[in-house]
């Protein structure tokens, strides 16, 4: 079964930028990879995601234009390019995979200061 390890996340500046990671292991992409978030005290959101044989992509309206998911065949990788944060981006950040979602990573912490 696939893994995911997702990494990269830190403190940035409002403004700044970020690229987070979702690295698979023990098996490869097959399907699609999305990217979630989950603010303090707040749901999941779906941020966006990635189709691996097509690499379309898809993003919530919030992140469009200021986001970029990207993949890596590869290295077996998906990327999450943000750029322009703000503090409300600030949330745990989760890849998943598989049908109905049923593979996720443990989370990379995003911290936006103002």
């Known amino acids: 079964q696939v893994q995911l390890v997702e990494s990269g996340g830190g403190l940035v500046q409002a403004g700044g930028s970020l690229r987070l990671s979702c690295a698979a292991s023990g098996g490869s992409i097959t399907y699609r990879v999305g990217w979630f978030r989950q603010a303090p005290g707040k749901g999941r959101e779906f941020v966006g995601h990635i189709m691996w044989s097509t690499e379309s992509t898809y993003y919530t309206d919030s992140v469009k234009d200021r986001f970029t998911i990207s993949g890596d065949k590869a290295k077996n990788t998906v990327y999450l390019q943000m750029n322009n944060l703000k503090p409300e981006d600030t949330a745990l950040y989760y890849c998943?995979?598989?049908?109905?979602?049923?593979?996720w990573g443990q989370g990379t912490q995003v911290t936006v200061s103002s």
């Open positions: 998943a995979t598989g049908v109905a979602w049923s593979v």
